[in-house]
Structure formats: C-alpha cells, structure tokens
C-alpha cells in the first residue's frame, strides 16, 4: 500500500513548497516550475504513490538518481570550443539524463531496479527522481538519503554511517558515461563528478548508493516527503502573519530572524560545480536595527547575527518570503524581499561527531564551532559587536584546492 498519495493540486503544491524550505536554499529553483511539471505528470500518468521502505521485499534493488553540479559562469564556451570537442547537439533532456545514469548503473551492476531512494531533499532534487521512477516503472520510497540537500555526495546518511556507496555511474548531457567502480572516499567521488561538470560545461546525472532495501532501512531518513507535505500544507494554511511560524513549527524549529534582504553577495569562484555567496538580512520588528548574514555553499551553512556566529550547519536553515508566502531558494533570493530566517535541528546522523566532521562549519573552512540551534534559541541570540563577517580558515572542499590553484 502507498505510504503517501498525492492526487491533487493542493497536494502536489504543498509536497513542493515543503521540499523547497527543507532544501534549504538549495535543490532546485523556485516551486512553480515543479508544481506545474508534477501537475501535468499527474494528468498524464495519474496519482503519485509513494511507498515506506518496509512495503519493498528486503532484497529488492533500490538506487538514488539526481543532478549534481552548480551555477554557470555569466560566459560560457564559444562554439568553437565545444566543437572542437565534439559536444555539437546534447543528446539527453533533463529526464533521459537521469533515467540514463540509473540505466547504466544497473547495466553494470546486473541488477534488477525496484524502487528510488531520493538522495536529497529539494524543490526540483526529489520531484525529478519521482517522475523518472514514473517514466521507469518503479515507485519513489518515503524518505532520503540527508533529511534536507547538501552540497556534497560525502554528506549522505550512508557515506557517514561508513556504508558501501560504489559503482557510481555520471551521465552529462552530451551522452559521456563514466562508472566509478572504486573510490578512495567518499569525498572523492563527488570529487570525480564535479570535475565531469566541468568537463562536460555543465551539470551531470548519477545514480548511486545501489542497496536492497533490507540495507536501506536503517541507513536513510525515514518520512521525510511526508513531512515535506505537512511543512506545505501548514504554510498554506496559516493566516498571513503566521507562514514563517506555522512552517516552523511543522518542521520542530524556530523563526530566527525577520528583517529585508539588503544584498545578495555572489561568488563565481566554482562555476558548474558549486554556487556560494552571503545573503545579508537588516532586522525589522524585534529585530530592528540587527544584521543576520547567512553564507550558502548550494544551501545555507553558516549564519552570523552582528558579526557573532549563529546557527550551522548541520543544523538548517530556511528563508522565508513574507509576501510569496514560501521558501526561497538562493538562486532567487534578491534585496528588497521582506523574510524571515527558519531554523531546525538536523537528523542525528549529521549531528554526531563524523556527521559535523563533514557537515559543520570546519568543513567549509571556518573557525566556528557547532553549537546546536536548541542551544542558540535556549540562551537567546547573540545582540553585541559590530556586523562583520569572520575569517576563513580552510577550505576542506574548496574550489582553489579542487581546481588545484
């Protein structure tokens, strides 16, 4: 039996925008585009079913599919370039793309596909697997392999709980196919597939984390698109004064922050493979006359109020648009929009010691500790010093060091 069916628009639309604040700035662009692509999958093809992973026999094949890479550069490669490497017509659209990794994964590995597992949760991440599940015959699995969207595939529940991951298979658009049989890490794998974006100008599909759903049970985060349309429907359904803390509270967290985005400050310093930059926020109501920047890596990582660390990863971050009454993804986030800063506790997995060595603020290459939100909210937010952005420290996954500079 399904676990969840969504079989209307109001479903569909809060399934999205719930994805759209658990993704935490990342995971996809605005909802709209999604809720429109899942409306008309329903029309077509009828309800979506998706399933609990105890409903799958325990030796049924399940994989993870999704896109991996980051935002363009403003210029492109000329013509020429890419003729001269023979990359003249793309020979897959978005869905063929994705359907392609999980085509040439079981290929290899001779194996029957059973079920998807969304590696992530996101406004565009998690709707794409489902529907090329659709497209495959086989059904979407009520939960994820992170409980929100990461920048890196070494982030996983099952990379941090020191789970198998390998064959990996990378797809780009213009038909190249790369099977990582073996890695030395984690980290390298998503290593290999960022440098296959650059390659190729541009993002690239994979399919992954191959298990039987015996093995899946106790290594992904359970209920997690359930939760996405009950975080949804609780927006939906609250009064105008109340969208920011109804989702909150759905979620189990807290709205941290209320204020007017002044700047969106980007950084291109990783184009096709990441997408960083500090949105910062000047206080209104309770919070006038205060700053809070928050700095993303894909999705919001670290966040500062008057220059003084505050909440981090792997603990979440959402901002909420007041006036569109919805999550906003950093691609669209610009000054002027008037929002409130959501947090929530992340799942336990990235709130151990391996799960903050490879989630929290140290990883990204800043001298914070994590403090978890519950601490933050407990004590009350940091109101002293002058706004001011700390220092980097290193850069565990930077691109000066992958790009080798």
Not at 50 to 70: E, F, H, M, Q, S
Not at 213 to 220: E, K, L, N
Not at 231 to 240: E, H, K, M, N, T
Request: net charge negative; hydrophobic share 40%; with cysteine.
């Amino acid at each position: 039996m399904p676990n969840l069916i969504l079989d209307n628009d109001n479903d569909i639309a809060d399934f999205v925008h719930g994805l759209t604040f658990m993704g935490t700035g990342g995971g996809g662009g605005s909802p709209a585009p999604a809720i429109e692509l899942m409306r008309a999958d329903r029309e077509q093809s009828g309800p979506f079913q998706i399933v609990d992973i105890d409903d799958l026999p325990a030796d049924a094949w399940t994989v993870a599919v999704a896109g991996l890479g980051g935002r363009p550069p403003e210029q492109g490669p000329s013509e020429e370039e890419l003729h001269a490497l023979g990359l003249i017509e793309p020979r897959y659209g978005r869905f063929e793309l994705l359907a392609a990794a999980v085509q040439e994964l079981a290929r290899y590995a001779g194996v029957d596909i059973r079920a998807i597992v969304p590696g992530e949760l996101g406004s565009a991440n998690t709707p794409a697997p489902m529907i090329v599940g659709r497209r495959l015959g086989i059904p979407t699995v009520d939960g994820d392999y992170a409980g929100r969207a990461i920048p890196e595939i070494g982030q996983t529940v099952p990379d941090i709980l020191g789970r198998q991951t390998c064959p990996f298979s990378f797809v780009d658009r213009w038909g190249n196919v790369v099977i990582v049989k073996e890695a030395a890490s984690p980290a390298m794998i998503d290593r290999i597939g960022r440098m296959l974006c650059l390659a190729g100008y541009g993002g690239v599909s994979f399919a992954g984390f191959l298990a039987q759903a015996g093995d899946v049970r106790d290594a992904f985060v359970r209920g997690t698109l359930s939760r996405a349309v009950q975080i949804g429907r609780a927006g939906r359904q609250a009064p105008a004064d109340r969208v920011a803390a109804a989702m909150a509270e759905a979620a189990g967290g807290w709205v941290l922050f209320t204020g007017t985005i002044e700047r969106s400050e980007r950084d291109d310093q990783a184009a096709y493979m990441f997408g960083y930059g500090t949105h910062v926020i000047r206080g209104a109501g309770d919070d006038d006359g205060h700053e809070l920047r928050v700095w993303y890596k894909n999705e919001h990582h670290l966040s500062w109020i008057d220059g003084q660390p505050f909440v981090t990863s792997p603990d979440c971050l959402a901002i909420v648009d007041l006036d569109r009454r919805e999550a906003l993804p950093n691609s669209v986030i610009q000054p002027g929009q008037r929002v409130a800063v959501v947090g929530w506790p992340g799942n336990p997995v990235h709130r151990s010691p391996r799960g903050v060595a490879v989630l929290g603020p140290r990883h990204f290459g800043f001298d914070v500790d994590f403090v978890p939100i519950e601490d933050h909210v407990g004590r009350g937010r940091p109101r002293r010093g002058t706004p001011a952005a700390p220092e980097r420290r290193i850069g565990d996954m930077s691109a000066e060091r992958m790009q080798g500079e």
